[in-house]
């Protein structure tokens, strides 16, 4: 098994990613939230790229809850902003989401375009994403939204806490798996914030700014290694938790 790393989404190719494992990671907030939605009980979730194809979607559907974000913050008109702790059971359970995010969205879609298969990954399910990983023995490209058009650091840092994830599961022992540079870079920073994330991201400045505009509990729970182990695909357009 091959693994490597695309710190910013906007440098993706097919050839990258060409008959691939996908794991893609928005961690501040987009896949978090998703992942959220869909441990809470949501029926699927649907990324949209742009508002208007939100809005297109939602039209005349029932049990359709509007979410995402601009700047950081909740797009007029739409039921839910992109923090995971607006996705609760209570107003997600068997609903369908739609959500359109400034980078997250556009990275699921992006990966799409030229994987066999996307998972979304986040900090809270780095362990079951590992054992999916290992599951499908394909290789993967763990793919980092970026901030922006630049590499971010709670991004790399998840992407890192997989790749370690792996290897003690495959080895029996935290191991770095052979890769690129930038794996290797991923998972030291990973070894440095292993005991807690939290630092990483007040550290980033995507996380920093969130705290400045009142989401400062977000980081918190962004930060929860290992909460749960849903681990979310995306397929024909939506994002669900497949059965056997």
């Given at each position: 098994?091959?693994?490597?790393?695309?710190?910013?989404?906007?440098?993706?190719?097919?050839?990258?990613?060409?008959?691939?494992?996908?794991?893609?990671?928005?961690?501040?907030?987009?896949?978090?939230?998703?992942?959220?939605?869909?441990?809470?009980?949501?029926?699927?979730?649907?990324p949209v790229v742009?508002?208007?194809?939100?809005?297109?979607?939602?039209?005349?559907?029932?049990?359709?809850?509007?979410?995402?974000?601009?700047?950081?913050?909740?797009?007029?008109?739409?039921?839910?902003?992109?923090?995971?702790?607006?996705?609760?059971?209570?107003?997600v359970k068997g609903?369908?989401?739609?959500?359109?995010?400034?980078?997250?969205?556009?990275?699921?879609?992006?990966?799409?375009?030229?994987?066999?298969?996307?998972?979304?990954?986040?900090?809270?399910?780095?362990?079951?994403?590992a054992k999916e990983?290992?599951?499908?023995?394909?290789?993967?490209?763990?793919?980092?939204?970026?901030?922006?058009?630049?590499?971010?650091?709670?991004?790399?840092?998840?992407?890192?806490?997989?790749?370690?994830?792996?290897?003690?599961?495959?080895?029996?022992?935290?191991?770095?798996?052979?890769?690129?540079?930038?794996?290797?870079?991923?998972?030291?920073?990973?070894?440095?914030?292993?005991?807690?994330?939290?630092?990483?991201?007040?550290?980033?400045?995507?996380?920093?700014?969130?705290?400045?505009?009142?989401?400062?509990?977000?980081?918190?729970?962004?930060?929860?290694?290992?909460?749960?182990?849903?681990?979310?695909?995306?397929?024909?357009?939506?994002?669900?938790?497949?059965?056997?």
């Amino acid at each position: 098994m091959k693994i490597d790393i695309i710190p910013v989404f906007g440098n993706i190719t097919r050839e990258q990613l060409n008959g691939k494992l996908a794991v893609v990671f928005d961690v501040l907030r987009a896949t978090t939230t998703i992942v959220t939605a869909v441990a809470n009980g949501c029926k699927e979730v649907i990324p949209v790229v742009t508002v208007e194809e939100a809005l297109a979607y939602a039209e005349n559907q029932a049990n359709v809850i509007l979410g995402g974000e601009r700047e950081s913050l909740l797009i007029p008109g739409f039921h839910l902003g992109n923090s995971p702790l607006e996705y609760t059971s209570e107003r997600v359970k068997g609903r369908t989401v739609v959500i359109t995010t400034t980078n997250g969205t556009h990275a699921i879609r992006r990966a799409a375009q030229g994987a066999a298969k996307v998972i979304i990954g986040s900090f809270l399910n780095a362990g079951g994403v590992a054992k999916e990983v290992l599951r499908t023995e394909s290789d993967v490209v763990l793919v980092c939204a970026g901030t922006r058009g630049k590499l971010s650091l709670e991004d790399t840092v998840a992407a890192g806490m997989v790749c370690r994830e792996l290897a003690k599961i495959a080895r029996g022992k935290e191991a770095f798996l052979p890769g690129s540079d930038l794996v290797v870079a991923a998972c030291r920073l990973a070894g440095f914030y292993k005991e807690d994330p939290l630092p990483a991201l007040k550290d980033s400045l995507h996380g920093q700014k969130l705290a400045a505009l009142g989401f400062a509990e977000d980081l918190a729970f962004c930060s929860r290694l290992n909460s749960t182990e849903v681990t979310p695909v995306f397929r024909d357009g939506r994002i669900i938790v497949e059965t056997e």
